[in-house]
């Protein structure tokens, strides 16, 4: 199918119920998957660490499929669609702060860069996780060691570097807290720009994530 049918069929399928199907339902099951692992991953850390392991390993799971599906899922699942360079989306931010920014039927450029901003820190703070699992993984990465290098003996000669559970200590760890630190800032930005643009354009956008529709494109709209 050619770009001009794709653009075109929102259009077409708003005709007879002014609404268009946006996102599909693995996008769908993905977002609030990653909403409940995390949330799940975030409350447990620290206190029941097999609930928190198997968490991390479904955020890990579930970031791997959408970096699949972005490249052969449905239309406005695909970073092709939606992904744009720093000059569009400092651009759209621009307009963000006047209060005239265009409608977006997919990811506007803003939640675009949100969008890789959060697949990578939930990649770090899985990937550091799971290094911390098993002492062991810390020789994979001999490339790294300001990381995962740290001081395994005190000036005593006691160890320090594993916890009761084998967890890496040191850096490796801080490193972990700050990625998922960093993911709660993320998701407090993501929140305010869906409230936001849920306000400027008057839809509701956390409710497109469950249903998967959205009102359809009108003039001005980019779809």
């Known amino acids: 199918m050619t770009e001009t049918a794709d653009c075109d069929a929102p259009q077409m399928e708003a005709g007879t119920t002014g609404k268009v199907r946006v996102w599909d339902p693995a996008v769908r099951v993905f977002h609030w998957g990653l909403v409940a692992a995390f949330a799940i991953a975030w409350l447990t ?44 989306t400092l651009a759209y931010l621009g307009d963000m702060a006047r209060g005239k920014e265009r409608r977006y039927l997919g990811h506007n450029p803003a939640g675009a860069a949100m969008i890789v901003a959060l697949l990578v820190t939930l990649s770090g703070t899985a990937f550091t996780g799971w290094l911390m699992e098993e002492p062991g993984r810390v020789a994979m990465l001999p490339d790294l060691p300001q990381i995962v290098a740290p001081a395994w003996a005190d000036d005593d000669g006691d160890e320090q570097g594993y916890g009761e559970r084998g967890e890496v200590g040191g850096p490796l760890k801080e490193a972990h807290e700050v ?45």
């Open 45 to 88: 850390a620290d206190e029941v660490q097999p609930v928190h392991e198997v968490a991390g390993y479904t955020v890990a799971g579930l970031v791997a499929f959408r970096l699949i599906w972005g490249f052969v899922g449905s239309r406005y699942a695909r970073f092709a669609q939606f992904l744009k360079g720093p000059g569009d």
């Open 179 to 223: 990625l998922a630190n960093l993911m709660l800032l993320l998701v407090a930005l993501h929140v305010g720009g869906v409230v936001l643009a849920s306000f400027r354009h008057h839809e509701n956008l956390a409710r497109a994530m469950v249903t998967g529709d959205k009102r359809a494109p009108g003039p001005g709209d980019i779809a």
